[in-house]
């Protein structure tokens, strides 16, 4: 697998496999014919080229839901600060269901992460009884969601 967070080791993007990634990030549900079009190359070339990014991890095409709409009416932004190696920790919260993102980083914290919870008591339920009582957890910060301005997967490949 390829270092995600450096880009050593990442596999060489020529031309073509960025135009289909831009393509994909347009409309994940696009028709391979439509992209080939697009792209210069047949249904069957972009259907092999699409296959081998995510093969390599380059790209995951996945429903992304509105929290909201699914019965998830609460989300936070969590900065963990840690005693000790982060990696652990960072492990164990990536094993959490409710969490959907984590990172470790430098800073004033070690650990950021998302949570997603249907409502405030199943929020402290986590952070109180499962978060803060992690081994290595030495303060946890919640920053509370109150409105969604902007989210987006188009960064493309630059």
Known sequence: MTDQTSGRGAPHLDDISKRIIA????????AYASIG????????????????LADAGVIQ??????????????????????????????????AIEEINYVVICAGRYDILC?????????????????????????????????KLRKQTYKWGTR
Do not use: W
């Open 114 to 146: 998302e949570a997603v919870c249907p409502d405030d008591e199943a929020l402290l339920d986590l952070v109180s009884n499962r978060i803060r009582a992690l081994a290595g957890v030495r303060h946890a910060e919640i920053m509370v969601y109150l």
């Open 23 to 30: 393509e994909l990030q347009e409309d994940g549900r696009r």
């Open 61 to 94: 095409i996945v429903a992304v839901t509105d929290p909201l709409q699914v019965g998830l009416f609460r989300q936070a932004m969590i900065a963990i600060t840690v005693d000790g190696p982060a990696q652990p920790v960072a492990d164990t919260l990536a």
């Open 37 to 52: 079009k697009v792209v210069g190359l047949s249904e069957a070339a972009v259907r092999q080229r699409v296959q081998k």
